[in-house]
């Protein structure tokens, strides 16, 4: 069947009430009939549920539907998104091996690779999104386990090419781990280019209504099982309730990335050539350096729009001031259109230099494009802009 049907119709058994919803599965324990069943399944010889932070029906609803739409073999699910980079990257690497990753990434991503790892005596080190093949190349060293990457990257919109990094990891026997959350797996699979790992926060598209935290991490059954492993002892598991929000939430990821999409094209279009701003980005427009590569991994050009005003940083907050239907949130990948200023909230803490280096200028705004009417939105982000 197909990811959409996939997304729909993948469900917990029914129970003998004959509900048509899944239920929600609130138990953190499970019972057995006897002696015997239970300590098979302490043996690890049936998968029976024995005890929520193992499995529970609405966590693992969810994870199979995650694994059915990224088309991997196998997955686990986290309290949140950075339980699942965190999750992925303690179980797999050890003292002496080195990760590379894009130097664009999720903030708390970066504290994990520049603040924590080091302390287990892991190497870590950063490439520019815009590498070339053998800049890629040439990063790689003989201890290299991991490589990490973002696709589209947040804030900044490069698109990094998934079956070109994937060729040089798969050439040394390095894992490939990809953070899948700006596209959603009905936008981009990053196994169909050679990924061995995708990591998700659905905190953002997949809830998609700002609702609940969770995280989740597909991919190669060997490597999963490894960090299902690490997560069942050090304890990140993703809550029953959240996990049954989500799930319900993947029946209408499809059509609401199209949508998103289809508004963030649009905002796109309308806005890049307004004098107030220095330049626009989105990865399907022709200007868009990498578009190329962003229409051979990407069904559409995702749900975020970028652009710097004129005027830098007090340009930047002014328009979030004047914003009237946009909401001022740290999240993105909601139904409500949201507007952010990085230069004076996520990434305030770092030099203008280092801004620059992972593309945020003092006015770059970000534009999570929500399910509102499309010129509804364009109104608000128009006359923000004076
Ligand atoms: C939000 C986010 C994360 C972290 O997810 P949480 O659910 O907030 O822990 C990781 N990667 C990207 C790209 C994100 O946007």
Known sequence: MKKSTLAIR????????????TPLFLTSSFCFDNAESMRAAFADETDDNIYSRFSNPNV??????????EGAEAGYAMASGMGAVFGSMMALLQQGDHLLSCQSIFGSTHTVIAKYLPKYGIETSYI????????????????????????PTNPGLDVLDIAMIS????????????????ATPFNQTPIDFGADLVVHSATKWIDGQGRVLGGVVVGRADLIKEIYLFCRSTGPALSPFNAWVLSKSLETLEVRMEKHASNALYLAEQLSAHPALVDLRYPFLATHPQCDIAKKQ??????IVCFNVKGGLAA??????????LSLTANL?????????????????????????VGIGPGLIRISAGLEDK???LADILQALG
């Not at 520019?128 to 696709?151: C, D, F, G, H, Q």
């Open 10 to 21: 993948t469900q917990t058994p029914r129970t003998p009430q004959g509900e048509h919803a």
């Open 60 to 69: 693992q609803e969810f994870t199979q539907k995650m694994v059915a739409i």
């Open 128 to 151: 520019a999104a815009t590498a070339s093949a053998a800049e890629w190349a040439a990063a790689l060293r003989p201890n290299t386990k991991m490589v990490y990457l973002e696709t």
């Open 167 to 182: 060729a040089l990891c798969k050439e040394r026997g390095i894992i490939l781990n990809v953070d899948n959350c700006f």
């Open 298 to 303: 990407m069904q559409n050009g995702g749900g």
């Open 316 to 325: 930047g907050r002014q328009f979030l001031d004047r914003l009237q239907l």
């Open 333 to 357: 990948g909601d139904a409500r259109s949201i507007a952010s200023h990085p230069a004076s909230t996520t990434h305030a803490k770092l030099s203008e230099a280092d801004r620059a280096a």
């Open 375 to 377: 010129d509804d939105i």
